[in-house]
């Protein structure tokens, strides 16, 4: 099966600066990299994801990056804020839908 | 549209009792989904249906969780007799055919399960 690990396990920053979490995966047959954000009792939801044929994607403050020969992929949060604090995961993926997700990464932004 | 419904929001249970979980996916997702959550972990797979059918159940700890969907529908997730580390949250998600499917993987509010 895949493994997946996540670094850094927990990341405090500053409101306004950037946070960049690194999720690494073992199946090369990976093709699809969502990240989720969970907040206290609620439900992860999809905030971005990226698919094996594009490097980079962009969304407002967002942004995931893809190294498929490195077998690696990022999430970017630029000018951080209060409410980006929240458990982020990473949870590559085959076409057969199943999503492994990592440990998740504390992220904790000071006002 | 409305989202994955799942019920009970909380239960708390005493160690070897019988626990069921319930969940309605949106409507028309034909794939289905129960993850496991442990405090401070990464949800985990347990069982993935496609209709009425099992795709995955590899993760699941057939000896004590049974899972069904007979009406390629609703899902119930049993567990008996429940033991203390089963204690998570048990989250069911929906998603719709085709081959972006991952991209439209909704999750319910789960259930948190507490063994004592």
């Known amino acids: 099966g895949e493994n997946v690990e996540q670094h850094p396990s927990t990341l405090s920053v500053q409101e306004g600066d950037s946070a960049v979490i690194k999720c690494t995966y073992s199946?090369?047959?990976?093709?699809?990299f969502p990240w989720y954000k969970q907040e206290l009792g609620k439900r992860p939801q999809l905030i971005i994801d990226?698919?094996?044929?594009?490097g980079e994607k962009k969304d407002q403050r967002i942004a995931v990056t893809l190294n498929k020969t490195a077998k690696h992929f990022s999430l970017h949060i630029t000018e951080t804020q209060p409410e980006d604090s929240a458990v982020y995961f990473c949870?590559?993926?085959?076409?057969?839908?199943?999503?492994?997700f990592g440990a998740g990464t504390t992220v904790t932004v000071r006002a | 549209e409305a989202g994955v419904a799942q019920s009970p929001r909380y239960k708390i249970i005493e160690k070897r009792q019988s626990v069921a979980f319930w969940c309605n996916p949106i409507?028309?997702?034909?794939?289905l989904y129960w993850y496991q959550q442990i405090l401070g972990q990464g949800p985990k797979l347990l069982i993935q249906?496609?209709?009425?059918?099992?795709?995955?159940d590899s993760q699941l700890p057939k000896d004590r969780f049974s899972a069904e969907r007979l009406k390629g529908v609703d899902s119930t997730l049993k567990i008996q007799p429940a033991k203390l580390e089963d204690s998570a949250v048990y989250l069911c998600?929906?998603?719709?055919?085709?081959?972006?499917?991952?991209?439209?993987?909704?999750f319910g509010s789960g259930t948190q399960l507490s063994v004592l």
């Open positions: 998600a929906s998603s719709s055919l085709g081959q972006n499917a991952n991209e439209k993987l909704f």
């Open positions: 199946d090369s047959a990976s093709n699809y």
């Open positions: 990226i698919r094996s044929n594009v």
């Open positions: 949870a590559p993926s085959q076409d057969d839908y199943k999503l492994s």
């Open positions: 409507s028309g997702h034909a794939t």
């Open positions: 249906f496609q209709n009425n059918g099992v795709v995955d």
